[in-house]
């Protein structure tokens, strides 16, 4: 089939790049134009495992190709998929304004000239509140009367594993009510489903729901293990041991259940406080799911209240090391990272900071790039760079290169032996042994 993807960012490029794979026609547009050149000279623009090696597999066989020509890739395809940004306005809804667009350019395009293969299925697969179907239906109708069809098809993925999330999901949901959209979705889906996996088809909110459900219910795993966490320390019990307990219940599970800096990234904050606004729109207040935010709001300062238990509220000639930039593992990606909450809060205390990040660098540059310039912050690829002459490591994203580092290396290169780690990645008894002051999250301090 002939496939249109609107929007070459992480979900767009790795589901183009999927859908290629399987013997699709697929042609990926985006307005950034350095973007796509970078990707037609075969480099791919963020770090995402197994993505380069695929997406210059298909590129080569000329399945897969880019463009900033939106006509060029509508009129050439039966699919489009909107995979534009939807980020957060300044009052916690999505910002539609990109998926509008694009509606409107598509509306433009098929009412002028040949529209190439008919009627067009426009798919949005961006994450968007319920409704906005219908708000794309009407932007291309405004704009002509040739047939086509809007259905939803929110997307799953996880940044650090998303092609193989994408080639093998757990489920596929496609919004429609029109059967024979319901059939063209099923046929494009099946490649990856051949173990079983359901494709569920339901009508147009519904999927839109979905979507919105589901990262609300990872969020609020999340923030309820992190508020157990804090009360562990209180009363003095270990939440590792809680986590165990309770995960091994088969009806709550283990995953989602480490307690940590708070959910950062680009999907559940934004996605969250998007399903609060939507249920306020409605006067349905979510008090649950507000909850989570204000847990994951406090929860991503933990790290600077933990430093301050040491040096107290001011950290004037404190250097402090930082041990991972991206929101999580596996990923460039610093979308609304703990990261940079837990650095500017150690900064506005006085603080000067050295971090490390195997892949976030070139992210980091550009957020951290005023206190680059008056020395305040350093970055560095090599995690002991950043640890020499601190009074504190904090480990913020748990890269697997972070979990057995020569202890006795760290230790002779900082200037205090104190580590705060985010993410419970060490053992507090082999810290004590190792000479340091270990403090973590919901686990007794020792040292
Ligand atoms: N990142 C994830 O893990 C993930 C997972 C599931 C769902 N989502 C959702 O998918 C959507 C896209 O997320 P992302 O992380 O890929 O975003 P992104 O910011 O990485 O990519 C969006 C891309 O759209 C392009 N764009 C903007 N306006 C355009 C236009 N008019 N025409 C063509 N291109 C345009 C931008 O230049 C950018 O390259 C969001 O709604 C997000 O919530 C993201």
Request: proline content about 6%; some cysteine.
């Given at each position: 089939?002939?496939?249109?993807?609107?929007?070459?960012?992480?979900?767009?490029?790795?589901?183009?790049?999927?859908?290629?794979?399987?013997?699709?026609?697929?042609?990926?547009?985006?307005?950034?134009?350095?973007?796509?050149?970078?990707?037609?000279?075969?480099?791919?623009?963020?770090?995402?495992?197994?993505?380069?090696?695929?997406?210059?597999?298909?590129?080569?066989?000329?399945?897969?190709?880019?463009?900033?020509?939106?006509?060029?890739?509508?009129?050439?395809?039966?699919?489009?998929?909107?995979?534009?940004?939807?980020?957060?306005?300044?009052?916690?809804?999505?910002?539609?304004?990109?998926?509008?667009?694009?509606?409107?350019?598509?509306?433009?395009?098929?009412?002028?000239?040949?529209?190439?293969?008919?009627?067009?299925?426009?798919?949005?697969?961006?994450?968007?509140?319920?409704?906005?179907?219908?708000?794309?239906?009407?932007?291309?109708?405004?704009?002509?009367?040739?047939?086509?069809?809007?259905?939803?098809?929110?997307?799953?993925?996880?940044?650090?594993?998303?092609?193989?999330?994408?080639?093998?999901?757990?489920?596929?949901?496609?919004?429609?009510?029109?059967?024979?959209?319901?059939?063209?979705?099923?046929?494009?889906?099946?490649?990856?489903?051949?173990?079983?996996?359901?494709?569920?088809?339901?009508?147009?909110?519904?999927?839109?729901?979905?979507?919105?459900?589901?990262?609300?219910?990872?969020?609020?795993?999340?923030?309820?293990?992190?508020?157990?966490?804090?009360?562990?320390?209180?009363?003095?019990?270990?939440?590792?041991?809680?986590?165990?307990?309770?995960?091994?219940?088969?009806?709550?599970?283990?995953?989602?259940?480490?307690?940590?800096?708070?959910?950062?990234?680009?999907?559940?904050?934004?996605?969250?406080?998007?399903?609060?606004?939507?249920?306020?729109?409605?006067?349905?207040?979510?008090?649950?799911?507000?909850?989570?935010?204000?847990?994951?709001?406090?929860?991503?300062?933990?790290?600077?209240?933990?430093?301050?238990?040491?040096?107290?509220?001011?950290?004037?000639?404190?250097?402090?090391a930082v041990w991972g930039l991206a929101?999580?593992?596996?990923?460039d990606?610093m979308?609304?990272?703990?990261s940079?909450?837990?650095i500017?809060?150690?900064?506005?205390?006085?603080?000067t900071v050295r971090a490390a990040d195997p892949q976030a660098l070139e992210v980091a540059e550009g957020i951290f790039a005023?206190e680059i310039k008056?020395g305040r912050v350093a970055l560095f690829h090599n995690n002991?760079d950043a640890?020499?002459?601190?009074?504190?490591?904090?480990?913020?994203?748990?890269?697997?290169?972070?979990?057995?580092?020569?202890?006795?290396?760290?230790?002779?290169?900082?200037?205090?032996?104190?580590?705060?780690?985010?993410?419970?990645?060490?053992?507090?008894?082999?810290?004590?042994?190792?000479?340091?002051?270990?403090?973590?999250?919901?686990?007794?301090?020792?040292?």
């Open positions: 089939m002939e496939i249109c993807v609107v929007g070459t960012g992480y979900v767009g490029l790795v589901a183009g790049t999927c859908f290629a794979e399987t013997g699709n026609d697929v042609v990926c547009v985006d307005v950034d134009a350095k973007k796509i050149e970078r990707l037609k000279g075969g480099a791919i623009p963020i770090f995402e495992p197994e993505l380069e090696e695929m997406v210059k597999r298909n590129a080569e066989d000329g399945r897969l190709t880019f463009t900033t020509d939106l006509a060029e890739g509508v009129r050439r395809s039966r699919f489009i998929f909107i995979a534009v940004g939807t980020p957060q306005d300044e009052d916690g809804r999505a910002d539609l304004q990109y998926v509008l667009a694009v509606a409107n350019d598509i509306g433009k395009i098929l009412n002028d000239g040949d529209p190439g293969p008919m009627p067009k299925v426009v798919v949005d697969k961006s994450t968007v509140p319920v409704g906005t179907a219908d708000k794309v239906r009407d932007a291309i109708r405004a704009r002509t009367d040739k047939p086509f069809h809007v259905a939803s098809n929110p997307e799953f993925m996880k940044e650090g594993a998303a092609v193989q999330d994408f080639l093998k999901p757990d489920r596929v949901v496609v919004g429609t009510d029109d059967p024979g959209v319901a059939e063209l979705m099923t046929s494009l889906y099946k490649p990856f489903v051949r173990t079983g996996n359901p494709i569920i088809v339901m009508d147009v909110r519904s999927a839109e729901m979905t979507k919105y459900a589901a990262n609300a219910m990872l969020a609020t795993k999340i923030s309820f293990m992190n508020e157990i966490a804090d009360l562990c320390e209180t009363v003095g019990a270990d939440v590792d041991m809680v986590r165990r307990g309770v995960g091994n219940d088969r009806r709550i599970g283990f995953p989602f259940l480490f307690p940590g800096v708070g959910y950062g990234g680009s999907c559940f904050p934004k996605d969250v406080k998007a399903l609060i606004r939507t249920a306020d729109e409605y006067d349905k207040p979510m008090q649950i799911v507000r909850a989570v935010d204000d847990v994951n709001t406090r929860q991503k300062k933990v790290l600077i209240r933990k430093v301050k238990d040491v040096y107290g509220d001011d950290l004037k000639g404190r250097v402090i929101f999580k593992p596996q990923t990606d979308r609304d990272a703990p940079i909450t837990t500017r809060g150690v900064l506005d205390a006085g603080a005023d008056d002991y640890v020499k002459g601190a009074h504190a490591l904090v480990v913020v994203t748990e890269w697997n290169e972070f979990r057995r580092p020569n202890f006795e290396r760290v230790r002779g290169l900082m200037a205090e032996p104190v580590i705060v780690d985010g993410r419970n990645i060490y053992e507090p008894g082999a810290m004590r042994d190792a000479g340091f002051r270990y403090l973590c999250v919901g686990r007794p301090a020792v040292g």
